[in-house]
Nanobody, 116 residues
Framework: QVQLMESGGGLVQPGGSLRLSCVAS????????MAWYRQAPGQQREMVAI???????VFQESVKGRFTVFGDRTRNTVFLQMNDLKPEDTAVYYC??????????WGQGTQVTVSS
């Protein structure tokens, strides 16, 4: 079974930065598109960023210019670099392989809290 594990979440002040990591138990990122989602309390999960086969990343409008995605395939790891964090970024963040199955493959999530 392929497993995804997110880490790097925590408490940060507005304007701060965090780097989230997603580690896969197998080398899957080279074969499947990867995406980051987040879910705030009482809300549905929303797409944050999704990687294209051409190596580009499409970001949600609200995070454009603040978030970036990069990876280290030798370590089966993808990162979400989050800068200039805002309180509205507070959510549980998930890395996913949306095309791995019809339902996708999801990690357990990591909590990001942006607050003074």
């Amino acid at each position: 079974q392929v497993q995804l594990m997110e880490s790097g979440g925590g408490l940060v002040q507005p304007g701060g930065s965090l780097r989230l990591s997603c580690v896969a138990s197998e080398s899957v990122f080279s074969n499947y598109r990867m995406a980051w989602y987040r879910q705030a309390p009482g809300q549905q999960r929303e797409m944050v960023a999704i990687m294209t086969s051409g190596g580009n990343t499409v970001f949600q409008e609200s995070v454009k210019g603040r978030f970036t995605v990069f990876g280290d395939r030798t370590r089966n790891t993808v990162f979400l670099q989050m800068n200039d964090l805002k309180p509205e970024d507070t959510a549980v963040y998930y890395c996913t392989l949306p095309t791995y199955t019809t339902s996708g493959l999801w990690g357990q999530g990591t909590q990001v809290t942006v607050s003074s």
